[in-house]
């Protein structure tokens, strides 16, 4: 029977609608070679792009971080905000980084080492220390596209960091709401969403002392999973063993989408509170993995309502055989 849901929190509803569902032995996957001549995110290429930030291990790196060459945001501009009536306008302000992960042109992000996986985070973690300073920044968004439909332009394994002078809507709408929870109930809201979905364990994929991972009530996608630190931890200060887990967990969740889902592209998103942010105790970090199974049309872009052809029950069911 269709359904449909509301959020945990957002003012956003979904359409469950299991009789639209397309199988997984639909999607294909897509071969690459080891290093590509070609590719500007390739070890040797290095003059095809802006200058090295950080190299681990410097000359011979493994992972490495550039600023865009065709950034989104940039700080060759001042900082300037503009209120005009209705239009209220900023300067370009921000930094657009690249974090090429691999040296590997085709190693998919589910075959990544622990310490690969342990370098990312650490370097995301630099880049916030970096920002941290500048008091114009707001807020930095982490993300990564795999694939074409996901939005990659390259398909070099990467991911993009972009520092803001704002906080972004879908984000602000995030926090506030769960402020509002915590004033009302004293609670972070998601940690009573985590106990709620542990109780029921429907949606649940893969827990354990320091991790969560389920498949949200509401999902906007078929398969999407979110992985909550089981402890609250609102920002990017994390303990290494948590950490450790949650870069396990998104890994075992990556390999789900290659080998149940025949690699289908997905965007990997961090809901987190920039440190300079208050909200603390309300706001609780996680990523937020999709894979672009469905398109937006119609429907989607004109009421901001998806149809998602998977429930997250069948979902979860899905995911768990690949979790040790």
């Not at 550039?66 to 005009?84: G, H, R, S, V």
């Not at 979110?226 to 967990?249: M, N, Y």
Request: proline residues 6%; contains cysteine.
């Amino acid at each position: 029977m269709n359904e449909i849901r509301k959020d945990y929190l957002l003012d956003r509803w979904v359409i469950l609608s299991p009789k639209r569902s397309k199988r997984p032995e639909q999607f294909k996957k897509q071969d690459l070679p080891v290093k590509d001549e070609n590719c500007i995110f390739c070890p040797g290429n290095e003059e095809m792009t802006t200058k090295s930030i950080i190299e681990k291990p410097h000359g011979n790196w493994r992972i490495r971080l550039i600023e865009n060459k065709f950034p989104a945001l940039t700080k060759e501009c001042k900082f300037q905000n503009f209120i005009e009536g209705f239009k209220n306008r900023m300067t370009g302000y921000g930094r657009h980084y690249i974090l090429i992960d691999t040296a590997f042109h085709n190693q998919h992000p589910c075959d990544y080492t622990a310490n690969q996986w342990q370098s990312w985070f650490e370097t995301i973690s630099d880049i916030f220390f970096m920002e941290m300073p500048d008091e114009n920044i707001k807020y930095i968004s982490v993300f990564k596209n795999h694939g074409v439909e996901a939005g990659a332009s390259q398909p070099h394994p990467h991911t993009q960091i972009i520092s803001m002078p704002l906080v972004p809507f879908l984000i602000k709408q995030e926090i506030d709401k769960a402020k509002e929870y915590y004033n009302f109930n004293g609670k972070c809201a998601f940690c009573d969403i985590i106990q709620l979905e542990l109780k029921n364990k429907k949606r649940i994929v893969f827990q354990n002392d320091e991790v969560v991972v389920l498949c949200p009530f509401a999902p906007s996608q078929p398969y999407e999973v979110w992985v909550f630190p089981r402890k609250h931890v609102p920002s990017i200060q994390i303990g290494k063993k948590t950490r450790d887990e949650i870069l396990k967990a998104v890994s075992n969740v990556l390999k789900a989408y290659y080998i149940g889902l025949n690699d289908k592209p997905f965007n990997l998103m961090f809901h987190i509170l920039y440190p300079k942010m208050e909200e603390k105790q309300s706001y609780h970090f996680h990523i937020e993995i999709l894979p672009r199974i469905e398109r937006d049309a119609g429907l989607e872009l004109g009421s901001g309502i998806n149809i998602t052809t998977v429930t997250p029950e069948e979902s979860a069911r899905f995911l768990r055989k690949f979790f040790k």
